[in-house]
């Protein structure tokens, strides 16, 4: 049974940092993408930032400089430092296993406050 369970989520105030951990299991962590998606109130899901199993990775332009993206295969968890949150960052975020088949997890709510 494949879990992916986010942790770190939070309230913080603007220009604030958080730290999000995804730590997964059923699975063969250091050949899966792992990334992270975000979904605000009233808007599509998206993609924040992927890691590939080679180390390539990808930001979304709104948070490049922002949010670095990492993982630690010998832990299977995949990480993600956001610094200088803005109140736009307001979102549950998702982290996602790729290989085959793209598998999420439940989701953690961040709030940014102005």
């Known amino acids: 049974q494949v879990q992916l369970v986010e942790s770190g989520g939070g309230l913080v105030q603007a220009g604030g940092s958080l730290r999000l951990s995804c730590t997964a299991s059923?699975?063969?962590?250091?050949?899966?993408?792992m990334g992270w998606y975000r979904q605000a109130p009233g808007k599509q899901r998206e993609l924040v930032a992927i890691?590939?199993?080679?180390?390539?990775?990808n930001y979304a332009d709104s948070v490049k400089g922002r949010f670095t993206i990492s993982r630690d295969n010998a832990k299977s968890t995949v990480y993600l430092q956001m610094n200088s949150l803005k109140p736009e960052d307001t979102a549950v975020y998702y982290c996602?296993?790729?290989?085959?088949?793209?598998?999420w997890g439940q989701g953690t709510q961040v709030t940014v406050s102005s």
């Open positions: 996602v296993a790729e290989k085959s088949l793209r598998r």
């Open positions: 059923g699975i063969i962590f250091s050949i899966n993408t």
């Open positions: 890691i590939t199993s080679g180390g390539t990775i």
